[in-house]
């Protein structure tokens, strides 16, 4: 069973993969991939600097991701041309890891780590989708919490991204992460449970 994890930014959506991950699914992370992509040498790389400038390198001919982000999540037209480049990219190699593992395991439970699956128009790829959720006002804390942001870039960075709220409307299950680490993880044994009955 091939199924999509996504959630908010700061709601514990890595902390959902790796509690199902050590359940013995399998995981492919888009955050993972996109810095696979933008790697010296990758074709995504060279779109990007030709668009940025070599601003956007360190001297080592690494992507600068600091000076990236600074750039582009100022002003959403450059955001969205830098999405044009990358995601493409990364959905193509995702979908070739993600095939890998399914063909390797036809019964096990392959995850696909998407943070930005609905923004990007992939659910229908998937054969469900797991929403990690957590209240805005949490995620908000959490962000600051977590990258010494104060609260005004917070609540922007969230807000960049669909409204968790929808994104729980729309889920096929939700593991609600506003709670306790344990009190999480009895709610992932307890969907990884239903999932592997599902797939076998």
């Not at 990364?90 to 995850?111: F, S």
């Not at 805005?136 to 870039?153: I, S």
């Not at 889920?171 to 992460?177: G, L, P, Q, V």
């Given at each position: 069973?091939i ?53 956007v ?14 750039i ?6 450059l ?9 493409p ?29 609905y ?19 949490l ?62």
């Amino acid at each position: 069973m091939i199924i999509g994890l996504t959630g908010g930014i700061a709601s514990g959506k890595s902390t959902v993969g790796r509690m199902l991950v050590a359940l013995g699914a399998r995981l492919v992370d888009a955050d993972a991939v996109a810095r696979e992509i933008v790697r010296p040498g990758e074709p995504a790389l060279e779109a990007i600097a030709s668009l940025f400038g070599q601003a956007v390198l360190q001297p080592d001919g690494t992507l600068d991701r600091t000076a990236l982000g600074n750039i582009v999540f100022k002003d959403p037209d450059l955001l969205a041309k830098l999405e044009a480049i990358t995601h493409p990219a990364v959905r193509k190699r995702m979908w070739e890891q993600i095939h890998t593992y399914a063909e390797a395991e036809p019964e096990g439970l392959v995850i696909g780590d998407v943070p930005l699956l609905y923004e990007t128009k992939q659910a229908d790829l998937y054969e469900g989708i797991l929403v990690v959720y957590v209240p805005p006002e949490l995620q908000v804390k959490r962000l600051m919490d977590r990258n010494g942001m104060n609260e005004e870039e917070a609540r922007r960075r969230v807000s960049l991204q669909m409204d968790i709220e929808e994104k729980r409307k729309r889920a096929d299950w939700i593991i609600d992460n506003s709670g306790t680490t344990e009190e999480t993880q009895e709610q992932v044994v307890a969907l990884w449970n239903r999932l592997v009955r599902t797939s076998r």
